[in-house]
């Protein structure tokens, strides 16, 4: 469906795509993931020829769209594209949105347009949204409001870049719902996203990009479990992790609150696990507190797709401190809620490193 071959697109001495050369077959649903500022917004967008590439050549269903004989706009009927920020007209209606580009550039009438438009805002569950205008709506609405509107082009090919990121974490997985639904109809995607089990469950291939290249691609199980390249193994890692340090008492902790709630969403870890995580994470705090001037806290949370294991780990440096190793706690409330939801707690002290890890009951 998609052939590219040996793109590459500087802006002036910059080189972001370095001679990329891959295919998508039909029905394909391909994942791009990687670092921030790696190229993978501008690969898309070669690929509809938003950004000029530098140089090579892009087939889509054999044509080489960078022929100046190619008519560009009949190419870009077969593949469409979503956006993170939306791209809705404002001053139309959730239906005029839909039908503007099939009645304008398709030609079709007005009547059958809206027929069509209104069965695609079912697909998507806002049929009764069509009246609408779009600041009446939520980011999550909005979205997949583009992404009906996406459809009412009647593309072969959907490049989605990242369609989640400008969203409330909240608000994220309905948006990955409409998508996943499309992946199971067998509509051909190209996603670039930052939400890592969305990937692995929607993809038939996952590209990690760096430094202007597709880095390695492989299975979702290979690019998760068992990458071949450095880069990809810290990539993975990392992702997998939350680092937040504390070094004051007067630390922000609605911020704290945010990302944690945020980490979770995207490792689509429950609603139940999250509140025990946060109930364990502010009675540990509770107890950190009065030390927060003299220490430096860093709270680290992992998760495992495997297993689906929660972990946080609290250390500190300096000698032997312990916050749970004290008689006075034996009956508070704090360590019982503690106890209560974490079906392992262990502390360990080496090199002037205190280390108290938790393991959240499954």
């Excluded at 394909?28 to 070669?46: A, Q």
């Excluded at 190419?75 to 809705?88: A, G, T, Y």
């Excluded at 944690?260 to 995207?266: D, L, P, S, T």
């Amino acid at each position: 469906m998609i052939k590219v071959e040996n793109l590459s697109k500087k802006y002036g001495d910059l080189v972001v795509l370095k001679n990329i050369s891959t295919e998508i077959k039909k029905g394909e649903v391909v994942s791009i993931i990687g670092p921030s500022g790696t190229g993978k917004s501008t690969f898309l967008r070669c690929l509809n020829l938003l950004d000029e590439p530098s140089s090579g050549s892009i087939f889509i269903d054999g044509e080489n769209i960078l022929d100046k004989k190619v008519d560009v706009s009949k190419i870009r009927q077969k593949m469409n594209m979503v956006f993170q920020s939306f791209n809705l007209f404002s001053h139309l209606s959730v239906l005029e949105n839909l039908t503007l580009g099939p009645i304008k550039l398709k030609g079709i009438s007005k009547e059958e347009a809206e027929n069509k438009s209104m069965d695609l805002l079912r697909l998507v569950g806002l049929a009764e949204k069509a009246d609408n205008y779009p600041d009446e709506l939520s980011g999550g609405q909005k979205q997949r409001v583009a992404i009906a509107r996406c459809l009412a082009m009647e593309p072969e090919i959907i490049l989605f870049d990242e369609p989640t990121s400008a969203l409330d974490p909240t608000m994220v997985s309905e948006v990955l719902s409409v998508i996943r639904r499309l992946a199971k109809e067998g509509m051909t995607m190209a996603i670039v996203t930052h939400e890592m089990a969305f990937a692995r469950d929607v993809s038939n291939r996952v590209f990690y990009m760096d430094q202007g290249l597709i880095y390695e691609e492989g299975s979702p199980k290979q690019i998760f479990d068992a990458p071949k390249k450095d880069r990809t193994k810290a990539f993975i890692n990392r992702i997998r992790n939350f680092v937040f340090q504390i070094k004051t008492q007067d630390f922000d902790f609605y911020a704290l609150n945010g990302e944690i709630e945020g980490f979770c969403e995207k490792q689509l870890i429950s609603k139940l696990m999250r509140a025990n995580l946060l109930r364990v994470v502010e009675e540990l705090l509770i107890l950190y507190k009065p030390f927060l001037n003299k220490i430096e806290l860093e709270l680290e949370i992992a998760h495992s797709e495997k297993t689906n294991q929660l972990s946080l780990i609290c250390q500190t440096k300096g000698k032997k401190f312990n916050p749970l190793d004290n008689k006075d706690l034996e009956d508070d409330i704090g360590l019982k809620i503690i106890c209560k939801f974490t079906e392992v707690v262990e502390f360990k002290w080496a090199d002037n490193q205190n280390r108290l890890e938790l393991l959240f009951i499954n």
